[in-house]
């Protein structure tokens, strides 16, 4: 992608209307504009990311069996008043009337739906265990939305609903998206710790919420500090059982402000941090199967009730919650698997026939080797544009000037993270791009 | 994906409710249910194509040089306001009070929105043309919602926006977005020719209809017969002039019921068909800058306000369209480049180890080879398999069964279009698939 040709609206002052890292550099980035409270245009940096974040998601979740499927933004409240929820919501529910006064709710989440879907369809413990996801937009009417993305009213969500014949099965369901979540934060480059959550009138103990840590997170946490050092499993099988990833990643003590006990975050080895939530998984019985009435024949041929579990990932919170674990005064530091693109091809002296000729012969092999490269020709002074591709965050700079090409045909290779810079050949810059 | 693992809820029966085929089969093969009157579930079959459909457009609009962005689904009504279409959108407009009895649209496109993302963020010719496009849900309040996603009320569409400095600029960028479309549905499989449509007080020709044609369609439409000979233009190089490729779709007759005029649907060469509409280009001019002064500098460093063009296409539209236009008495039969998967490998005899051990080595060697892939390893007879694969449209179907099997290590191999079967070898069977 040309720079000149691309839409990236960098500001260079920081907007007075953000409070938090995060929504201060998606906005100066040009990733997302403000369409009105709680309510954002993805601009194309931003949905760039919003896309991969969604992309790996899904990917991970198809791994550990789930199906994908797609439930409407729009959701008859009749199957609110089912399960009992309709006055339950309160106000955060958005409630829209349509031209023949029929009621609607824009989807805060989608449990009726999912478990009205399962019930038309699904007669059988054979047919189980059945895991339906969706990636969709839903709308939550904050009283005060704030932080940009963090708190906004229109937001992403991947909601997963696990559907199981008795709950043995349903815990094994739970194991197997919590493994898929340690999966998911990592592949995004983010350092995730499951803690427990309360579960409710439900009880139990299968609650957990997926804190980022973030120096600058919303809220205080407590987590052994082995968590620090403990990587998520590699390369899992999906139908093996999983209750000792399960028992690793739960054994050591996390907890947020909200449920800890002073006694357990006084004791050793117990660390105090900052984190961001930005999944949660939560068995949630038969609530829902039970009011709605969502039964099976089990081996035995006999109606049960099924036992389900919802999953949340807050998708394009994820993104404001990359920002904020990875950024430095500059601007935002990419994960590679995340970034918009992967590498800037930065032309120092746009107009100059040498240096012009040099970027885009590396851009052009650059994108021979389907490398998701962007390509910063604009006719703008070398400060503006050091500052604008630090402030976007591309991992991988390529740095053309006419004072390397002259002294023997070299150019820069800046890596974003680290700040590190090497005076490398045209061959060896590229090598380091698609060799990675 | 094992059919036994995955979710294709398909019906015995013809669902009363459905009165045209593409609704009917669509619920049939479990692709969709509905959720609420003009409003649908979309299932997992019927979400991968809906899935690679968007690719599509995605794909041909970023050749053309459109930018992908993403604007919500809830819009502030004041920009409504702004260009005056507030009260002339009238009750197809499904507007919103929140919490604080701020009014919102659901936004049924997106003119207003788009050129308020133009106008904050644009201010010079030397960042023009610009042509922005977005994939989003929209909500429009139908009377009378009918025929399943042909005429729905909550719809996917793409929608995008071009601004330009001049009336010459903005012919080309319509050109581009003409011969983007050409391309984007011949990918599809579809026979599509653009009519020329109503331009309202905006006048001019720079206004088309895009049609499938289909035996099934909704709308009579009258072309000349050598449309049906035209192919789409290959390898367009969308920085060079596009007005030769627009003067040739147009030069011959096409012209829909509402705009046909009766002495030219007599001449000479002119058929009649029935149609579907997919998609639109449409200049608008100053409509809408002028009302949200959307300006921008000309070379002489003037203030210019932008010229604009708007182009659609029904996403979720285009699914049903195409199931109209390829289709038999057993059920859909998909183009390769939309369909849900390639191929399905059909286990006749579920159970028996030899048909198990070769159907899993097939199903395998096609997984590893990269090919989207579905095997029906369900307990079911081979009456209903044969049955439900030719319904959900799979356009190569590779049969296993003992009886092959003794005969010689042969399967059958089935192209669901032609219903040609041919007896190969597992591994010729496989070159079939892998070849293409």
Known sequence: MRYSKYFIPTLKENPGEAQVVSHRLMLRAGMISQLSAGIYNWLPLGLKVLQKVSEIVRDELNKAS????????????ELWQESGRYDAYGAEMLRIKDRNNREY???????????DIFRKNIRSYKDMPKNLYNIQWKFRDETRPRFGLMRGREFLMKDAYSFDVDYEAAKKSYYRMFTAYLNIFERMGL???????????IGGNLSHEFIVLAETGESQVYCHKDFLKTDAPQGVDFDSDLLPIYEKWTSLYAATDEVCKEEDIKKEDIITARGIEVGQVFYLGKKYSEKLKAEV?????????VEMGCYGIGVS???????????????????????????????????????DKVSEEI?????????????????????????????????????????GLENGGVVEFKTRKTGEKETLSVEEALNKIIGK
């Open 66 to 77: 789930a199906i994908e499927i797609l439930m409407p933004t729009l959701q008859p409240v």
């Open 105 to 115: 709710a824009y989807g805060p989440t989608a449990e009726e739906v999912v478990t």
């Open 191 to 201: 350092k995730t710790i499951p803690m427990q959550a309360d579960t409710g009138p």
């Open 297 to 305: 024949l089990n081996d035995k041929g006999q109606p049960v009730t």
């Open 317 to 355: 919170r994820v993104v404001p919650a990359i920002i904020e674990a990875s950024h430095d005064e500059h601007g935002i530091i990419w994960p590679e698997s995340v970034a918009p693109f992967k590498a800037v091809v930065i032309n120092l002296n746009q107009g100059v026939s040498e240096t």
């Open 363 to 403: 851009y052009q092999k650059l994108l021979n080797a389907k490398v998701d490269v962007l390509y910063d020709d604009r006719n703008e002074r070398a400060g503006v544009k050091f500052k604008d591709n630090d402030l976007i965050g591309i991992p991988y700079q390529i740095i053309v000037g006419k004072k």
